[in-house]
């Protein structure tokens, strides 16, 4: 059965480094999206990108963040310069189409932790 | 603006029991709506989903969920929890391009 993937599992990182967060969506998804979710909290939405461009963002998805399809089957996001709240577990999901109509399928997850 | 509503925060039963977790949610369009689990360490896996149609709706593990829009509720049940059920459970809405989730209930099974 297809799935998400995403790498690494865990990512250690020190205050103002950049990351990026790599995903390998289901290979026939056209819609692809980044949630966070902070420790004891909930799964919140980062970002959506469809078509090669970002479909919509949340508040928190600000000027440090960025996504990109660099090739036909990764994505990734990037944070330019990290910052001790930005640990968390970032969700990767993939859907054919969006969100009203479509199941999203979630990878494991990488957790972040900014020291 | 569209919210979901998971108000019990733990719940514990035991093996056996009957479970229903409690899922509130505001839209203020036809509502798409969805259960998800997560072990621990692990993903987000789909329970069910409600689109349209039948209101009572089946998924897997031998969850359902009940759509009630009198009461925008879309509660989860199971008649007989079994131990390898424990793991947090989130109930969320689909709307345009992204979801919104609840903030989970952690379930507990006492054996």
């Known amino acids: 059965e297809p799935e998400v993937t995403q790498t690494p599992s865990h990512q250690v990182t020190q205050m103002g480094q950049e990351v990026i967060l790599r995903c390998v969506p289901i290979s026939n998804h056209l819609y692809f999206y980044w949630y966070r979710q902070i420790l004891g909290q909930k799964v919140e939405f980062l970002v959506s990108?469809?078509?090669?461009?970002?479909?919509?963002k949340s508040e928190i998805f600000d000027d440090q963040f960025s996504v990109e399809r660099p090739d036909g089957s990764n994505f990734t996001l990037k944070i330019r310069s990290t910052k001790l709240e930005d640990s968390a577990m970032y969700f990767c999901?993939?859907?054919?189409?969006?969100?009203?109509?479509?199941?999203?399928?979630f990878g494991p997850g990488t957790r972040l932790t900014v020291l | 603006a569209q919210s979901v509503t998971q108000p019990d925060i733990h719940i514990t039963v035991s093996e056996g029991a009957s479970l229903e977790l409690r899922c509130n949610y505001s839209?203020?369009?036809?509502?798409?709506l969805f259960w998800y689990v997560q072990s621990p360490g692990q993903g987000l896996q789909l329970l069910l989903k409600?689109?349209?149609?039948?209101?009572l709706v089946q998924g897997i593990k031998g969850f359902e969920a009940e759509f009630k829009r009198s009461q925008s509720s879309f509660n989860l049940r199971k008649p007989s929890v079994h131990w390898s059920d424990a793991a947090e459970y989130f109930c969320?809405?689909?709307?345009?391009?992204?979801?919104?989730f609840g903030s989970g209930t952690k379930l507990n099974v006492k054996p």
């Open positions: 990108f469809y078509n090669n461009e970002i479909s919509e």
């Open positions: 969320a809405v689909g709307a345009g391009d992204k979801f919104y």
């Open positions: 839209y203020g369009a036809t509502p798409y």
């Open positions: 999901a993939s859907s054919r189409g969006t969100s009203g109509g479509n199941e999203q399928f």
């Open positions: 409600y689109f349209s149609g039948d209101t």
